[in-house]
């Protein structure tokens, strides 16, 4: 089955951008839909972002406008860029997804987690 | 914006015996969007139960969901020493479109 590994810098100076990859293996891309959740430390998991498996995206209105995913089909590659990060940003970052076929909207799947630090 | 509160917060509780967690929507949502995670401590969340009350494959039978409209609940029917996490309660088709519950965790007693 799919196999997620997230990859990033691990520090990430304030007001700089953050960029997470999430390789995927064992599957094609493209038949899943995929997602980004963090978990800042001690507390609970947070929805940053959503690639639907028609290909259009949804972002957290939290996150006002500082978030973009997308998909590299050629490289079975998703990504995740936040702007403008402050310490508010430091948490776990995991991908997640589901099969484009699965009944229910819930993510079977989720890689490892890389986490990163918001510090000057 | 749909809220989602679970409760206890935290349960201590012993091997062998029954767990009911609570996940609580302010608004009635279509239970087919409702699901729920286990996560241990350095691990990543592992699907539970799906459309309230579907396990995946490999997710033992101690485990069930139930609810409807407002109100859902997980329950372990006998805890055992590996069932000691976090859960969450998720929910799709709300703003924002994926939420989670704050959690309760269910520690040994």
């Known amino acids: 089955h799919v196999q997620l590994q997230e990859s990033g810098p691990a520090l990430v100076k304030p007001s700089e951008t953050l960029s997470l990859t999430c390789s995927v293996s064992?599957?094609?891309?493209?038949?899943?839909?995929w997602s980004w959740v963090r978990q800042p430390p001690g507390k609970g998991l947070e929805w940053i972002g959503h690639?639907?498996?028609?290909?259009?995206?949804d972002y957290n209105p939290s996150l006002k406008g500082r978030v973009t995913v997308s998909i590299d089909t050629s490289k079975n590659l998703f990504s995740l860029r936040l702007s403008s990060v402050t310490a508010a940003d430091t948490a776990m970052y995991y991908c997640?997804?589901?099969?484009?076929?699965?009944?229910?909207?819930?993510?079977?799947?989720w890689g490892q987690g890389t986490p990163v630090t918001v510090t000057s | 914006e749909v809220v989602l509160t679970q409760s206890p917060g935290s349960l201590s509780l012993s091997p062998g015996v029954r767990a009911t967690l609570s996940c609580r929507t302010s608004?009635?949502?279509?239970?087919?969007?409702l699901g729920w995670y286990q996560q241990k401590p350095g691990q990543a969340p592992r699907l539970l139960i799906y459309?309230?009350?579907h396990r995946p494959p490999g997710i033992p039978d101690r485990f069930s969901g139930s609810g409807s409209g407002t109100d859902f609940s997980l329950t372990i029917s006998s805890l055992e020493p590996e069932d000691f996490a976090v859960y969450y309660c998720?929910?799709?088709?709300?703003?924002?479109?994926?939420?989670f519950g704050p959690g309760t965790k269910v520690d040994f007693k």
């Open positions: 608004q009635t949502i279509n239970s087919d969007h």
């Open positions: 997640a997804s589901y099969n484009i076929g699965a009944a229910g909207t819930v993510f079977d799947y």
């Open positions: 998720q929910l799709f088709g709300s703003s924002p479109l994926f939420s």
């Open positions: 064992g599957d094609s891309i493209s038949s899943y839909c």
């Open positions: 690639r639907h498996c028609n290909g259009r995206n």
């Open positions: 459309m309230t009350s």
